[in-house]
């Protein structure tokens, strides 16, 4: 398929699902999605497709959580970025993880670093932080303070 | 003089220990020990394990899995024993001193003798910060 039947099917097939669509550059698509649809696209881009998962990314917003899942079509030289925006209070999202092997570490690390609940993984470890972390402690959100009263912030020596 | 540390001095063996780095350093570590700059002259040499280890080349920024395994090694190095920080995040940590993951600088762990600065350093400037020490221990009475 052309990357116009590949986008064309796919926007059609999920329209319900698909919030808002930009067709960045001929490389780039971000398809923002709804957050409970997100194992339903996940694995038909992944199965039947044939697009290979590069990596999730998240970051703290100023009013939202938000993920983003590349997916790389190798065939048409196309990355399908698909975005989420999860409530900041409450991060939530239904794992893919259980699905497909590759999303397993990487949603284990956004889930310590971030605090993003992911339903269903699993093997829902720590996988980067150290064991002396304090629970519900999450670094890379916005408000994060630094919790370790013996850290030094100094030059050293 | 002492006579542990004097022979230590002859032929050093270093083991090389990375708290986190992101590989440069150690890429520049490994090219002291190639035939171009050859640390060998020097008569140091790249040992496996710690228990044989003279002098200790810490590289990175000491991060908090890291820290935990730096103490253990250091227990088991044989005593004398010099440490040497490589690169800008072992000598102060560099970019990563406030970082959520790298709480205390290197020589608030344990007693270095040796900076070397740079990101990465040069062989040459590694090499310069080893034999440097050497020199500087030997001339101690």
Redesign the interface.
């Known amino acids: 398929m052309t990357r116009e039947e590949v986008l064309l099917d796919f926007t059609s097939r999920f329209n319900e699902d698909i919030l808002d669509f930009e067709d960045k550059s001929n490389i780039r698509a971000y398809v923002r999605i709804k957050p409970e649809s997100i194992v339903k696209i996940g694995t038909y881009l992944f199965r039947n497709i044939g697009a290979r998962f590069n990596i999730a990314s998240a970051s703290d917003l100023p009013n939202n959580t938000e993920i983003l899942y590349h997916f790389i079509i190798e065939d048409i030289n196309l990355l399908i970025s698909l975005r989420v925006l999860l409530d900041k209070d409450k991060p939530e999202i239904e794992s893919l993880g259980k699905e497909i092997e590759a999303f397993n570490w990487i949603e284990r690390e956004m889930s310590e670093l971030l605090g993003i609940t992911f339903i269903g993984h699993p093997d829902p470890r720590r996988l ?3 064991d ?2 304090p629970e519900g402690v999450y ?1 890379l959100r916005q408000d ?1 303070e ?1 919790w ?1 009263k ?8 | 003089m002492s006579l542990k540390l004097k022979a230590l001095l002859k032929s050093p063996w270093v083991f090389h220990l990375s708290t986190g780095s992101c590989n440069n350093c150690d890429i520049e570590t490994l090219d002291c020990l190639t035939p171009r700059f050859d640390i060998e002259r020097f008569g140091m040499l790249l040992t496996g394990s710690i228990k044989h280890a003279d002098v200790l080349l810490i590289t990175g920024s000491c991060n908090r899995m890291s820290v935990v395994r730096l103490k253990e090694l250091y227990a088991q190095v044989p005593q004398p024993c010099l440490v040497v920080a490589i690169g800008t995040c072992a000598a102060s940590r560099g970019i990563f001193k406030d970082s959520y993951n790298c709480p205390l600088p290197l020589d608030k762990i344990i007693p270095v003798d040796v900076y070397i600065p740079g990101c990465p350093p040069k062989p040459e400037a590694i090499i310069a910060g080893v034999v440097k020490l050497i020199e500087k221990v030997g001339s101690a009475k």
């Open positions: 980067l932080l150290s002396d972390w670094p994060y630094e370790d013996t850290a030094d912030r100094t030059r050293g020596v």
